[in-house]
């Protein structure tokens, strides 16, 4: 009897230290996503680029529901995402270059030419169709 409230205690101590762990985990992986998303640093686009670009604003409610799925591409699954923050001053001359009329917008660049574009609703159907 005494050797079950043994076993009964080792696997409550496994239990919570677990749960710990996963709690600290999830915290600490949405802190590096605010503050990623939070960047304004400029961004250059290179002339011949074949990535994924996702522009967005870090203020705005429907990038901000995007955004975690691009984060988890580009850093978990090593994906060729570019993020761009308008709210960044220097950022905003994409605004014309790409003729941006909202955000979330997502261009798949290839050899540096536009080969497709996904706007507001419909980047969500793009990370339906682009399982990476």
């Known amino acids: 009897m005494l050797n079950f409230f043994r076993n009964k205690k ?11 762990s996963f709690v600290i985990g999830t915290c600490g ?3 590096l996503v605010q503050h990623v998303e939070a960047n304004r640093s400029i961004q250059v686009i290179p002339k011949k ?11 705005c409610p429907d990038c901000q529901k995007v955004y975690n799925e691009f984060f988890f591409k580009k850093y978990i699954m ?3 995402i570019r993020f ?7 950022n905003r001359k994409y605004i014309s ?3 941006l009329k ?3 917008t ?24 682009r399982p990476f």
């Open 10 to 20: 080792i696997i409550l101590k496994w239990v919570l230290i677990s749960t710990f």
């Open 29 to 31: 992986y949405l802190s």
């Open 49 to 59: 680029a074949t990535e994924d670009i996702l522009f967005y604003k870090d203020t």
């Open 78 to 80: 090593q994906k060729n």
């Open 84 to 90: 761009i923050n308008l709210n960044q001053k220097a």
């Open 97 to 99: 270059k790409y003729s």
């Open 102 to 104: 909202e955000v979330p």
């Open 106 to 129: 997502v261009i798949q660049l290839t050899h540096g030419k536009e080969k497709a574009r996904f706007v507001g609703n419909e980047v969500e159907k793009y990370l339906a169709k």
